[in-house]
């Protein structure tokens, strides 16, 4: 149990919530496992198809009763399947589950690319996330307008789940599972506002650290937040500036535009956030700022050289990268230093400071400069 006090009362909710204290171990594992029970179990097997159907917003979701809930079967977080024995089993609805982490449209993506079911384009796919405001939402929900393909997906927050949970709870008799459904119900809902007041405008920036194994996902909401901001507030009003993420490479590159890389992170060791551009340069012993963007056969970005900022938790670095080991030689005579040295195995770091491991970039990362934000 958590013992941490807070005069925040959506804290002090959650701590006190049994379900919210079971969950810590494995945020997301948690919830997936916990709606599969949902659906599976006999005593709660029809509140959570009235659930599905009112999100889903599909009345007609379940053609039979032969239906079941799959955990983790073809790498779904969770599936509905109806029909009995494995050649008859046809999808309903793929449920892809995001508390821990942010959603990312390339995978979700991917997951729709899979086809369960043939050509038949009747699976629906519900996307379940606790961040509302997320890099890729604006993306996810264009495709959804446009396409009005039923392959798209269907996104909802555990704000929006514990709503349709409260209005259906009426389809829980037993005492025992209603007083769990309603921890958890109050669970999500604190959970929720507390995501919320991370986000605001106001205070997103502020470190946070009432429940430690909570760290981790307000970490990622931080930064994900410093980069969307990044993005619309400064990188949108520079001329001829292109932006993209590890995610999204742009397919047709325009010559005369610089293409600026901004990719967020999670710092697991530190229980830190990570974010960092990448502009690309054309060498290190009198650096420009280069337009277009050079790929390989597989499509990554494969620039020679680029400069890199960096932020990782309260610290600000200045890199510069090579991506190509036979640059190493170059780039170290360029920067005054003779010889790498290894901190982690896979990984070579070059640095002018070796006594702060702390402070290595992988990827050939060579460290010009560093401090610690104020």
Not at 24 to 45: R, Y
Not at 194 to 222: S, Y
Not at 259 to 281: H, L, M, R, T
Not at 312 to 325: D, L, M
Request: aromatic residues 10%.
């Amino acid at each position: 149990m958590c013992t941490t006090t807070s005069t925040n009362p959506i804290v002090g909710n959650l701590i006190g919530s049994p379900m919210f204290n079971l969950s810590l171990s494995s945020k997301e594992l948690f919830h997936s496992n916990f709606l599969a029970w949902l659906g599976n179990n006999q005593g709660t097997k029809v509140f959570f198809e009235e659930v599905i159907k009112d999100l889903v917003n599909d009345p007609y979701l379940f053609p039979s009763k032969n239906w079941t809930v799959m955990r983790e079967d073809k790498h779904f977080d969770l599936c509905i399947k109806d029909g009995k024995g494995k050649a008859k089993d046809n999808y309903l609805l793929i449920i892809e589950n995001k508390v821990k982490s942010i959603p990312i449209k390339k995978q979700l993506d991917e997951y729709v690319q899979k086809r369960v079911n043939g050509k038949n384009p009747n699976t629906k796919y519900l996307l379940l996330t606790l961040t509302e405001k997320f890099a890729h939402r604006t993306k996810i929900d264009k495709a959804i307008k446009t396409n009005g393909s039923p392959n798209n997906w269907i996104v909802k927050t555990y704000k929006n789940l514990a709503s349709v949970m409260w209005d259906k709870q009426g389809f829980v008799s037993d005492p025992y599972l209603q007083s769990i459904l309603m921890d958890y119900i109050g669970f999500i809902e604190n959970l929720d506002a507390l995501v919320r007041q991370w986000q605001d405008e106001k205070i997103f920036a502020q470190k946070w650290d009432k429940i430690p194994k909570l760290q981790d996902l307000h970490a990622k909401i931080q930064f994900s937040r410093y980069c969307e901001k990044l993005k619309k507030e400064l990188l949108s009003k520079l001329p001829n500036i292109e932006v993209y993420d590890n995610d999204f490479i742009p397919e047709i590159i325009d010559c005369s535009k610089v293409y600026v890389k901004v990719n967020w992170g999670y710092a697991s060791k530190g229980q830190e956030g990570i974010f960092d551009i990448e502009i690309p340069v054309n060498s290190l012993s009198n650096p420009k700022i280069v337009t277009g963007l050079k790929k390989d056969s597989d499509g990554k970005v494969i620039n020679p050289y680029s400069i890199e900022i960096q932020v990782q938790g309260r610290n600000y670095r200045h890199v510069i990268e090579t991506h190509t080991t036979n640059l190493m030689g170059p780039a170290l005579r360029n920067i005054g230093l003779s010889s790498p040295y290894t901190d982690h195995p896979g990984f070579d770091f070059f640095s002018d400071d070796p006594s702060k491991p702390n402070l290595h970039i992988p990827n050939y990362g060579i460290l010009i400069s560093s401090s610690i934000m104020l």
